[in-house]
């Protein structure tokens, strides 16, 4: 596609649920990283794969943040139990080695 | 740890003036420093991006100075029109645009008309 999709575009959550977003990256791009954006914010790092293989989740907060992307292309976020503290919006992006990211639109999840 | 620090926090600059924004880091072995700017609603877009190798890049009204010894670049925005405000956010990377970022807090950039 022409861009990184991510859907949905805006996600309620009540407290103690399960979410899964999703992120579409360009194709052909072999990195995709997923970042987290408090309101107000910088993004911050949380996921890194380069094809199917996760090699950086050092940013992910806790052990009910887990992401895959199995077959190399759409990836996706899932959050167990969600806390309202999750809520932020969720940053997909993608790139084609040494030519700079393109994020997505994100995902806007807030947990009630 | 806040490996990257960006100020101002916000910045108001009248139509035509310069808009400046400077950034600090800390990890000497960053080697690549782009600029994103964001609107509401949607994702961070790559501006310009600099490497510790030259002292200055510009792409069109946007340049970018790096200071290697002092571990500070700036982004400059000449002639700033109404259709730059938004949210600008420094980072750096270990690596050309295929590490992970660290981003610095943002500043947001009003320009009046």
């Known amino acids: 596609g022409a861009g990184v999709s991510q859907s949905p575009r805006y996600k309620v959550a009540k407290r103690g649920q399960d979410v899964a977003l999703r992120c579409d990256p360009i194709?052909?791009?072999?990195?995709l990283f997923w970042y987290q954006q408090a309101l107000g914010q910088g993004p911050e790092f949380l996921t890194y794969f380069q094809n199917e293989a996760q090699l950086d989740k050092s940013g992910l907060p806790s052990d009910r943040f887990f992401a895959e992307r199995p077959e190399g292309s759409v990836s996706t976020l899932k959050i167990q139990r969600t806390q309202q503290e999750d809520s932020a919006v969720y940053l997909c992006?993608?790139?084609?080695?040494?030519?700079?990211?393109?994020f997505g639109s994100g995902t806007r999840l807030t947990v009630v | 740890q806040q490996q990257v620090k960006q100020s101002p926090q916000s910045l108001i600059v009248q139509k035509g003036g310069i808009s400046i924004i400077n950034c600090a880091y800390e990890?000497?072995?960053?080697?690549?420093f782009p600029w994103y700017q964001q609107f509401p609603g949607k994702g961070p877009a790559l501006l310009i991006a600099i490497r510790p190798d030259v002292s200055e890049k510009k792409e069109g009204r946007f340049t970018i100075s790096f200071n290697k010894s002092a571990k500070q670049f700036s982004l400059h925005i000449m002639d700033s029109q109404p259709g730059d405000s938004a949210t600008y956010f420094c980072?750096?990377?270990?690596?050309?645009?295929?590490?992970?970022?660290?981003f610095g807090k943002g500043t947001k950039l009003t320009v009046n008309p």
């Open positions: 980072a750096a990377s270990f690596r050309s645009g295929s590490e992970k970022l660290v």
């Open positions: 990890n000497t072995a960053f080697d690549y």
């Open positions: 194709s052909g791009h072999v990195s």
């Open positions: 992006a993608s790139s084609r080695n040494n030519y700079g990211y393109t």
